[in-house]
């Protein structure tokens, strides 16, 4: 029977944690990517705890002794990582006070504008009060990892847990293989689409699921079922399959990069690089990657434009196959057939031009 308990954290005072920050893991596995707070939301959280009003509770899960004893940690932030890190920031004279800054209990402190530094010079009873804020810390303890994941997306409900954030709990050769793939320049300079919420991760286990089949001679569809059960499956004992697989592909990536330029308006959407990727792999394969180029790609996207507003005048004049694929590529995008028909026609209309 799995368990799980709350409890507050003692001692949890802002230099107490300052003090403990190398013994707390930042980035679980089942922690989103954080907004990048704008600076006028981190100089309020200071703001608010100088002034002492009350801010959201922080969740830390705490490690059993075997674990922390592995691992030299203690802690992993469930919750609250983006206002623990703004803490610190400020600790380390990153940022000062926002220029409106106004001390409640004493309007006669003048310390707008300043650092936490220059706050300790002048001020050094209002730094030795925020030094000694004790932050609403909960922490956790379980047994059992997926109640972490289930309380992190409870703690979220509004923004539930997506694919590609639950499949990091997973662990192994697949997820590994992914973290790689989506770090890849093609993904960190010529795809247009966020990575906010691990799209690129999405993406990439996604063209290694297809690589994974291809090798058996078959396009399938990449559902999310399908996508966790490859991870789970393929988590060990395939180490070698596994590499092969993100060695192609970043291969495959590596070749295409130079294709596209920085943030390429033809790298959109997520449903088209698996789409583009299984072109060129079978443009390689016939020796005509000079056929994937990206004048072709704009002309065949050109047409499929004009070809829409074609339509709208007169159906009967439109071209079938593009406005095919401008369905697909709206419907059902995981869908086998749907990839399958996007390849054809792109290859046949690159081969065209």
């Given at each position: 029977?799995?368990?799980i308990?709350?409890h507050p954290?003692q001692?949890?005072t802002i230099q107490?944690?300052?003090?403990d920050?190398?013994v707390?893991v930042?980035?679980?596995s089942?922690?989103r990517?954080?907004?990048?707070?704008?600076?006028e939301?981190?100089?309020?959280?200071?703001?608010?705890i100088i002034?002492?009003?009350d801010i959201?509770?922080?969740?830390?899960?705490?490690?059993?002794?075997d674990e922390a004893?592995?691992?030299?940690?203690q802690?992993a932030?469930?919750?609250?990582?983006q206002?623990l890190?703004?803490?610190i920031?400020?600790?380390?004279g990153r940022?000062?006070?926002?220029?409106?800054?106004e001390?409640l209990?004493?309007?006669?402190?003048?310390?707008?504008g300043?650092?936490y530094?220059?706050?300790?010079?002048s001020?050094?009873?209002i730094?030795?009060?925020f030094?000694?804020f004790?932050?609403?810390?909960?922490?956790?303890?379980?047994?059992?990892?997926?109640?972490i994941?289930?309380?992190?997306s409870?703690?979220n409900?509004a923004v539930?847990?997506?694919s590609?954030?639950?499949?990091?709990?997973?662990?192994?050769?697949?997820?590994?293989?992914?973290?790689d793939?989506?770090?890849?320049?093609?993904f960190a300079?010529k795809?247009?689409f966020?990575?906010?919420?691990y799209?690129h991760?999405?993406?990439?286990?996604?063209?290694?699921?297809?690589?994974?089949?291809?090798?058996?001679?078959?396009?399938v569809?990449?559902?999310?079922?399908?996508?966790?059960?490859?991870?789970?499956?393929?988590?060990?004992?395939?180490?070698a399959h596994?590499?092969?697989?993100?060695s192609?592909?970043?291969?495959l990536?590596?070749?295409m990069?130079p294709i596209?330029?920085?943030?390429?308006?033809l790298?959109?959407?997520?449903?088209?690089?698996?789409?583009y990727?299984?072109t060129?792999r079978?443009f390689?394969?016939?020796?005509?990657?000079?056929?994937f180029?990206?004048?072709?790609?704009?002309?065949?996207?050109e047409?499929?434009?004009?070809?829409?507003?074609a339509?709208?005048k007169?159906?009967?004049t439109?071209?079938?196959?593009?406005l095919?694929?401008d369905?697909?590529?709206?419907q059902?995008t995981?869908?086998a057939?749907?990839?399958r028909e996007?390849?054809?026609?792109?290859?046949?209309?690159l081969?065209?031009?």
């Amino acid at each position: 029977m799995s368990y799980i308990e709350t409890h507050p954290l003692q001692h949890s005072t802002i230099q107490s944690i300052h003090a403990d920050w190398d013994v707390i893991v930042k980035d679980p596995s089942y922690q989103r990517n954080g907004d990048v707070w704008a600076l006028e939301k981190k100089q309020l959280l200071i703001d608010s705890i100088i002034n002492r009003y009350d801010i959201p509770k922080i969740y830390f899960h705490k490690f059993d002794r075997d674990e922390a004893r592995k691992t030299g940690k203690q802690y992993a932030v469930i919750d609250g990582r983006q206002r623990l890190e703004t803490i610190i920031k400020f600790i380390e004279g990153r940022f000062p006070l926002g220029d409106d800054f106004e001390y409640l209990e004493d309007e006669k402190v003048s310390a707008a504008g300043m650092n936490y530094a220059e706050l300790g010079k002048s001020y050094p009873k209002i730094k030795s009060r925020f030094d000694a804020f004790s932050l609403p810390i909960v922490t956790v303890e379980t047994d059992d990892i997926e109640l972490i994941e289930d309380m992190f997306s409870r703690l979220n409900e509004a923004v539930p847990l997506n694919s590609a954030e639950k499949r990091r709990a997973i662990g192994g050769d697949v997820v590994k293989a992914v973290d790689d793939v989506a770090k890849h320049e093609f993904f960190a300079k010529k795809v247009r689409f966020s990575n906010k919420r691990y799209q690129h991760k999405e993406t990439a286990i996604r063209t290694l699921f297809l690589e994974h089949h291809l090798r058996l001679g078959k396009i399938v569809d990449t559902k999310k079922p399908l996508l966790d059960a490859f991870a789970k499956d393929y988590k060990t004992g395939h180490t070698a399959h596994v590499r092969k697989l993100k060695s192609e592909i970043s291969g495959l990536l590596a070749e295409m990069t130079p294709i596209f330029i920085d943030s390429d308006p033809l790298l959109i959407a997520q449903a088209t690089v698996p789409v583009y990727l299984l072109t060129y792999r079978q443009f390689k394969a016939d020796g005509k990657t000079d056929k994937f180029a990206r004048t072709r790609l704009l002309k065949f996207n050109e047409a499929r434009t004009a070809n829409r507003t074609a339509a709208e005048k007169d159906i009967a004049t439109a071209d079938y196959e593009l406005l095919e694929y401008d369905r697909l590529s709206q419907q059902g995008t995981n869908d086998a057939n749907s990839i399958r028909e996007r390849v054809r026609i792109l290859s046949e209309r690159l081969l065209k031009r």
